[in-house]
């Protein structure tokens, strides 16, 4: 069972920008082959799909954060990104990595930790 280990979360102003990582404990051949995806979870909220990616590199946005959030992959280093610019008070949650089961918020394997990202001024 792969398991995630996200980074990179932090206190950020208004309008500031955070790098989020997740490392995955397989190997990059095998994590090559996965569609990944980034999620976030607000405090008395359910957690919502972010931003996917699929093997082959092709993207896709909720549009809440389109032109915002950039997510791409490194397969031979087992780690999906998550460029987080403009941030917005709103975008303040727990974020999460895992394997998409299509577009919505059902994954594949078991959650990580997290990493908390808390814009605030």
């Given at each position: ?6 980074s990179?979360g932090?206190?950020?102003?208004p309008g500031g ?9 397989v ?6 082959t ?6 976030r979870?607000?405090p008395?909220?359910q957690?919502?799909?972010v ?6 590199g092709?993207t ?9 959030f950039?997510?791409?992959r490194?397969?031979?280093k ?6 987080l610019?403009?941030?917005k ?7 999460y990595?895992?394997?998409?089961a299509?577009?919505?918020s059902?994954?594949l394997?078991s959650w990580?930790q997290?990493t908390?990202?808390?814009v605030?001024s």
């Amino acid at each position: 069972q792969v398991q995630f280990v996200e980074s990179g979360g932090g206190l950020v102003q208004p309008g500031g920008s955070l790098r989020l990582a997740c490392t995955a404990s397989v190997s990059g051949t095998i994590f090559s082959t996965y569609a990944m995806a980034w999620y976030r979870q607000a405090p008395g909220k359910q957690r919502e799909l972010v931003a996917q990616i699929n093997k082959g590199g092709s993207t896709d946005y909720v549009d809440f954060v389109k032109g915002r959030f950039t997510i791409s992959r490194d397969n031979a280093k087992s780690t999906v990104t998550l460029q987080l610019n403009i941030l917005k008070p709103e975008d303040t949650a727990v974020y999460y990595c895992n394997r998409p089961a299509g577009w919505g918020s059902l994954v594949l394997s078991s959650w990580g930790q997290g990493t908390q990202v808390t814009v605030s001024s």
